[in-house]
């Protein structure tokens, strides 16, 4: 073979691998917005990014996985009984060009840290639903 001939092949290979990349991350995406129990959710970073994903509930935590990746494992997870919603607010004009159109910016807070997540206000109620239907840790606390 010439040089020409394997230049070629490798950059067939090359473009079928990115292909295959595009199209498994597609198919991640699309099973994750068409799942039950989900929800579009952005969270802040610590780096001060906003990062597009996805929220997923599950028997007593809630996870959080990024939209465009391969990996099936989640990013973040809040166990149900140590979740604290401090709020919600209407996201300022900066955060309005990261986060979804009609999005909500919510304070949740997890083990003593605070998460910033970008979700529609439907989602936040259903949120707050879930988390006050679930354990509560203040059982035996009487205040």
Not at 127 to 140: F, I, M, N, Q, Y
Request: charged content about 20%; proline content about 4%; glycine content about 10%.
């Amino acid at each position: 073979m010439n040089a020409g001939v394997v230049a070629v092949i490798a950059l067939a290979v090359i473009v079928l691998a990115c292909f295959g990349l595009v199209a498994a991350g597609l198919l991640r995406r699309h099973q994750l917005r068409s799942a039950y129990g989900t929800f579009d959710a952005s969270l802040r970073r610590p780096s001060g990014r906003w990062q597009l994903g996805v929220c997923r509930y599950q028997d007593n935590s809630l996870q959080w996985l990024r939209m465009f990746s391969v990996s099936p494992a989640a990013v973040e997870e809040f166990c149900r009984p140590r979740i604290d919603l401090l709020g919600w607010r209407e996201p300022t004009e900066t955060e309005r060009r990261s986060v979804q159109p009609g999005a909500v910016i919510g304070t949740v807070e997890h083990d003593g840290d605070q998460t910033m997540i970008a979700l529609s206000r439907d989602a936040w109620a259903g949120l707050s639903s879930w988390v006050e239907a679930g354990p509560s840790r203040r059982v035996g606390k009487w205040h």
